[in-house]
């Protein structure tokens, strides 16, 4: 990801993202923020900008785009209040859109996180609520409008030019993500487009205070293709400047098949959105009791997660890292944490044997027939000698495509371990009578022979005897 | 918001997608001027220690701040009756001339 750039330049990158909130209903009616539905069936007049139609605040987003401030360290806004930002298109139908100009909710904030095993901070100058314009798709015979889309809860975060390098913006967007997954504020399903990001860039020489010309790329929800564009969009401004060009602002567009950004002509006349205060709406206030009772309500956020892990738990941080990096695996290992104490085994299995199978079989683990309930089960057989490791990787696999009882499983599939002394009694005696190599050896001093008698034990009983009650087992007939 | 006592009238035509006919342009520039510069007299004031008004609905009926309702659904429009009161649609989608090339 790093970028050919001389040691000359600085590039500098702010990023404004998106973030659709999980609310029941939209920011201004009462109709579903549903994805999916059948085109133009969640709208009703204030949403189809019906004329004389009043909007009317829904308490969640508020809530939530507050909360995302708190987990973000900002400032709430005591007095925020309600603008209208105009243009024409139809996919906002109202011909303006209701946003927040010079009031906003939330205000500063920062986000802490590692780029290439360094930890960095990178500042949010401020986040405000608005809605989400409707949805068009385009043939050769015209546009194609559903407004199911228009009017739910979006929240802009707009962060500084605090960026210099594509690898700290990808950084910053995966932080971004998981706070926001974490802190209940929004499924964040790049898919569904919960989370989109204008991307600015601009270059100045190393040395320079003055930000150089500014290019934005819009509307981008894959990290991958904002890190490429990132990437193209530096080398192209300082190939310009190196050649004795100068960098026009303007909106440019990512082509993703040839990797490159391209100038998206500007309409005739520059954006003037006239912005004013929206006169149907009334300003928000915010107490300082209000702000202590959603902070208390905070649910705890990834890297809080990560340390609990270590302190709680007796994790490596390595395994805390891995298991926190996404929300619903993190969910399930604590849940399974509650019904068994082998936490490195869960560890061990949610980071081998269960995330090669969600590779395998393209299904997440929420999806598939393992729960937390039976992965714990299996933690509990391993930690107690009821079966072996390989055998408990088969087992995991079982339960992940077909589900079902471990304990039955173990029973119908005869992979429980042997403990009992007889049996092992017997298969060391074997051994013993078998090896006699081995066997003078261990007794001339070479501890590790056993080992050979051992694995004629686990041949012998089918990889069903448990280890160490083996090697107690062959050591108390070899010393006698 | 307004940053001048003169406003283009032709440019705000344009942006709000209105055609004037000829003459007009020069009609509303005139009548245009003479609202601002009216308004314009509020400047003789020092309001630097009032805040603006950010009411106008029914700002006697109650506190003047936070109206907000629950996150519960209600019901939304019947689709017919929507595409019905649309000028096209096709799909059940609303058709618009097309907006991009
Ligand atoms: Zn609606």
Redesign the interface.
């Known amino acids: 990801m790093d970028t050919c750039a001389p040691m000359k330049y600085e590039a500098c990158i702010g990023l404004e993202t998106h973030v659709m909130q999980k609310t029941v209903t939209k920011m201004f009616c009462g109709c579903r923020n549903e994805y999916g539905a059948p085109p133009n069936t969640n709208v009703c007049p204030v949403c189809l900008g019906y004329p004389g139609a009043l909007p009317v605040l829904n308490a969640k987003a508020i809530e939530l785009c507050c909360k995302a401030g708190l987990l973000l360290g900002c400032e709430i806004n005591p007095h925020s209040k309600w603008d209208r930002k105009n243009y024409f298109y139809p996919d906002m139908s109202k011909n303006y859109q209701i946003t927040q100009a010079d009031r906003p909710l939330c205000l500063g904030g920062q986000i802490v996180t590692e780029v290439n095993g360094e930890m960095k901070t990178f500042t949010i100058e401020r986040i405000h609520q608005e809605e989400n314009a409707a949805k068009n798709t385009h043939d050769k015979s015209g546009s194609l409008i559903d407004y199911n889309r228009a009017g739910t809860a979006l929240m802009e975060i707009v962060s500084t030019p605090c960026m210099h390098s594509a690898d700290d913006a990808f950084a910053y967007i995966q932080a971004l993500k998981l706070i926001m997954e974490y802190g209940g504020i929004s499924d964040c399903d790049l898919e569904k487009g919960h989370m989109r990001s204008d991307v600015n860039v601009s270059v100045r020489p190393v040395g320079q205070e003055k930000l150089g010309a500014k290019v934005e790329i819009k509307n981008m929800n894959s990290p991958s293709f904002i890190v490429e564009a990132i990437n193209f969009e530096i080398a192209r401004q300082i190939e310009l400047i190196e050649n004795g060009g100068k960098v026009v602002q303007e909106t440019r567009g990512y082509d993703s098949d040839r990797g490159e950004t391209f100038s998206q002509r500007t309409k005739e006349d520059a954006h003037d959105y006239r912005y004013f205060p929206e006169p149907d709406l009334l300003p928000v206030e915010i107490s300082a009791a209000q702000i202590s009772q959603w902070k208390s309500e905070l649910p705890e956020l990834p890297v809080q997660r990560r340390e609990r892990y270590v302190r709680e738990l007796g994790l490596p941080d390595y395994d805390a890292k891995v298991l926190t990096a996404e929300k619903h695996i993190s969910d399930f290992f604590d849940t399974a944490c509650h019904k068994t104490k082998q936490y490195k085994l869960l560890s061990n299995y949610m980071m081998g044997k269960v995330a090669s199978l969600v590779t395998e079989k393209g299904v997440s683990v929420i999806e598939s027939k393992l729960t937390a309930g039976t992965l714990a089960q299996v933690a509990d057989l391993v930690g107690g000698g009821n079966i072996s490791s390989s055998a408990a990787n088969e087992l995991i696999e079982v339960l992940f495509t077909e589900g079902g009882d471990p304990k039955a499983i173990v029973e119908v599939k005869g992979m429980a371990q042997v403990n009992d002394d007889s049996a092992l009694e017997k298969w060391a005696e074997e051994a013993i009578a078998a090896n006699a190599k081995a066997v003078d050896a261990y007794k001339a001093g070479n501890a590790a022979s056993v080992n050979a008698l051992m694995g004629y034990v686990m041949k012998q009983s089918k990889g069903k005897a448990n280890p160490p009650a083996v090697i107690a087992m062959l050591k108390k007939k070899l010393g006698a | 918001?307004a940053d001048a006592t003169h406003m283009d009238v032709s440019y705000i035509a344009?942006?709000a997608?209105i055609h004037l006919a000829a003459g007009e342009a020069e009609l509303f520039q005139g009548q245009l001027d003479q609202v601002l510069n009216y308004v314009e007299q509020l400047g003789e004031l020092d309001l630097s220690n009032v805040e603006?008004t950010?009411?106008?609905?029914a700002a006697f009926e109650h506190p003047?701040?936070?109206?907000?309702?629950?996150?519960?659904?209600?019901?939304?429009?019947d689709?017919d009756a929507?595409?019905a009161n649309a000028p096209?649609a096709?799909?059940?989608?609303?058709?618009?001339?097309?907006?991009?090339e």
Do not use: C, E, W, Y
């Not at chain 2, 950010?54 to 609905?57: A, G, H, Q």
């Not at chain 2, 936070?66 to 429009?77: A, F, I, W």
């Not at chain 2, 096709?90 to 001339?97: A, M």
């Open positions: 918001m344009h942006l997608r603006p950010t009411r106008s609905t003047g701040v936070n109206v907000l309702r629950d996150d519960t659904p209600r019901p939304s429009l689709h929507v595409i096209a096709r799909d059940g989608q609303i058709l618009v001339p097309k907006i991009m």
